[in-house]
């Protein structure tokens, strides 16, 4: 019996090929090669060197230094580093700024000599916008987030020094998170690249913030630039002193008045150039499943760790095992994949494939390993018959080198296993009384996360019916995302929908959600979804302050080519925090759709109740191509908004083609907030106020406005 525990999930290991677009002659290195250290110093400003910006800054690039202003260019000749620094394996000489609280590096023999896109300017690390040439997406964040300057700000950098101990110095002073959301605060830091040693700092000086939390990028990150997948970051929700390494380039360092780094913090990131040594070796178990005719379905991973840069080690064989599998008639064929990540891709295999395997499957290739992190995955070919909740799974016994050296992994045998599932179709219970048994062939999912991992998964090759007693609650905390709960591109139809529904007698069961600082944290969020059902299923928010509101109820959306199709979401009810102005409680925005028929169409809103938010229902569509056919029927939207000065609407709607709008307001306070409102919005002329209260309001509030309206 398995007792060691040591998992991937299956969400770190979606195929992703990743293609090196480099410039000549660099070959790059992985960042979980460098070493980090935490220490504590004396925060030193520089005062010369050159002044960008102004106390107005928001979001520049400074790319040029003809333009110390920056702008919204993001490419260009970028600032003299003022000697070569190698970073990644690759070497650079130049430099530009965002903002944002993050550099990226360039070269000067290329034009131009930076690029500093990126997916979010505020999100610098997780970056997936293609980069050409590929590895000046190398970049270095300090407090990645959306900054602003304010009165006494100032950017400024400098190199410092002489040779062979230049340091080129980027530093942010008194600058503070974006808005009224940021009063109070001044960050002072610096970004310094030291030419002895090709050595990474930062360094924070006083960083004081007000009581409003946020959470930062802090670290590295190099090519691939479409793949996040090389990356050096920090994480902590607890102390900035004893941060951990980030699992994803999207790992965030949590920054507020009572979690900070004191002034004189300097982080430091440097490659090792000694011989390479392993300094350790472990089995991971994959989480999930597998399914029949599935293939390069990986199972467990070997990871192999190493320090030092000269002399790299090569591995010549590995020994897995077919030992937990049920029945090895299931498996058709056996591969080993190489990745320097913890996200499998079936790119580079190891040795040859063994067909049929079972028991020992002795494994021989030649890989040199990388500095830092060597995943090597066992992954099987599932034969078409195989059985149904049968389990698939392996270990390690050991690996060798070319030193030669024999290694015996600290974990062999990982706690878990891979049951074997098929798409979902039928009936099941959401039951929090009952544990989650469908691996084993049962119909209960004891949570919404069980029960949406395996639709998202698995799909349906039939009409699939979430049964949720009535009376149950289940809470949950957003956290590394900005949705509690998701479904992803389901593609289903009028024969074959995916309903969530209520049953029994009693009270709705509730979905009750705690927020986060961040003001786009989402309840459902429903991305690309067709033929989707929530009947009866309420949303709470469960936060008590700016800290922690959940800001969207439902939240319809989609890529381009497929926004959300019938949609439906009825008699529920959705109880936000009207003290929170992005609170809406189902909120549909249409992705800039490519058709007509790829909008957010069809949708019905019926015979829901919508409470203490800012806005009840709000339905935006694109201009190109508006929304076609939704309904929005027989709600009650009650006490919404409380200040005037930040827009409440009851039902907002616009792009729509003809939605119908028939509404049943049950309190004085909404028709009055909205009317106010409406009148604001005349005022700013925003709209053609007659037309704008029956499109937005139905026709309740358009009789009783009509004659205010004209006035």
């Not at 040029?64 to 003299?80: H, L």
């Amino acid at each position: 019996m398995k007792k060691q525990t040591h998992t991937l999930s299956r969400w770190k290991i979606l195929l992703l090929l990743a293609f090196l677009g480099i410039l000549p002659s660099i070959s790059f290195a992985q960042l979980s090669g460098y070493n980090f250290s935490v220490s504590s110093g004396t925060y030193t400003p520089i005062t010369g060197g050159t002044l960008l910006g102004n106390t107005s800054t928001d979001d520049q690039h400074f790319v040029d230094p003809a333009i110390p202003a920056g702008g919204a260019a993001t490419t260009g000749p970028g600032f003299p580093i003022g000697f070569d620094f190698v970073f990644d394996g690759v070497t650079y000489d130049r430099l530009a700024i965002n903002a944002n609280g993050w550099i990226s590096l360039g070269h000067s023999s290329q034009t131009p000599s930076v690029n500093n896109s990126s997916t979010s300017a505020y999100e610098p690390l997780s970056s997936t916008t293609s980069i050409s040439p590929d590895a000046f997406v190398a970049r270095i964040a300090a407090v990645g987030r959306d900054l602003q300057a304010q009165t006494g700000a100032e950017l400024r950098i400098e190199t410092i020094g002489t040779a062979p101990n230049r340091i080129c110095v980027v530093q942010w002073t008194n600058y503070k998170k974006y808005g009224s959301n940021g009063t109070g605060d001044s960050y002072n830091f610096q970004i310094r690249l030291l030419e002895n040693g090709n050595k990474v700092e930062i360094v924070y000086g006083t960083m004081t913030n007000n009581t409003n939390s946020t959470t930062v990028h802090v670290g590295l990150r190099g090519a691939p630039s479409a793949t996040a997948s090389n990356f050096n970051n920090l994480t902590s929700t607890t102390s900035w002193s004893t941060p951990t390494s980030g699992t994803s380039a999207s790992a965030t360092m949590t920054l507020s008045n009572t979690v900070y780094p004191a002034s004189g913090t300097t982080y430091t990131w440097w490659l090792n150039t000694s011989n390479m040594s392993i300094t350790s070796s472990t089995t991971y178990q994959v989480s999930g499943y597998v399914m029949p005719a599935e293939t390069n379905a990986p199972v467990i991973a070997l990871g192999i760790f190493t320090d030092g840069n000269n002399n790299p080690l090569v591995v010549n064989s590995i020994t897995f095992t077919t030992t937990g599998t049920t029945n090895t008639a299931d498996l058709t064929n056996a591969k080993v994949f190489y990745t320097t990540t913890p996200i499998f891709s079936n790119a580079n295999q190891f040795g040859s494939t063994i067909s049929n395997p079972s028991g020992t499957l002795n494994f021989t290739g030649s890989q040199t390993l990388a500095v830092g992190n060597n995943y090597f995955w066992l992954a099987y070919d599932i034969s078409p018959s195989a059985t149904l909740y049968n389990v698939v799974d392996g270990t390690c016994t050991g690996f060798s080198t070319t030193e030669p050296n024999t290694y015996t992994p600290t974990i062999t045998d990982p706690a878990g296993n891979l049951p074997i599932r098929a798409p979902l179709s039928g009936t099941y219970t959401i039951n929090s009384a009952n544990p989650t048994n469908v691996n084993s062939g049962g119909t209960n999912f004891n949570n919404f996360d069980d029960a949406l991992f395996d639709l998202n998964e698995l799909g349906h090759s039939g009409p699939v019916t979430f049964d949720v007693p009535a009376g149950q609650t289940f809470n949950k905390t957003i956290s590394g995302s900005n949705y509690a709960y998701y479904i992803m591109n389901y593609i289903g139809s009028a024969a074959n929908p995916v309903i969530f529904q209520k049953t029994g007698a009693g009270a709705n069961p509730v979905l009750s959600i705690t927020g986060t600082s961040a003001s786009n944290d989402i309840g459902m969020f429903l991305y690309g979804c067709d033929y989707v059902t929530f009947n009866g299923i309420d949303i709470l928010d469960a936060g008590s302050s700016s800290s922690d509101y959940l800001d969207y109820g439902y939240y319809l959306q989609g890529p381009s080519d497929n926004n959300c199709d019938h949609v439906t979401i009825q008699n529920c009810t959705i109880d936000l925090n009207k003290n929170n102005t992005s609170a809406r409680g189902i909120y549909a925005f249409s992705h800039g759709p490519t058709s007509i028929s790829n909008g957010n169409n069809n949708n019905t809103i019926q015979n829901n109740t919508i409470t203490d938010a800012y806005a009840g229902i709000y339905f935006v569509g694109y201009s190109t191509y508006p929304d076609q056919g939704n309904s929005i029927t027989g709600n009650q939207i009650t006490n919404i908004g409380n200040n005037l000065s930040s827009a409440i609407y009851g039902i907002h709607s616009i792009y729509q083609n003809i939605p119908h709008h028939r509404e049943h307001h049950s309190d004085a306070e909404c028709c009055f907030l909205s009317l106010r409102n409406l009148l604001q919005f005349q005022l700013r002329k925003r709209y053609c106020c007659p037309e704008y209260c029956k499109r937005s309001y139905g026709k309740q509030f358009f009789k009783c406005l009509w004659n205010l309206c004209l006035s």
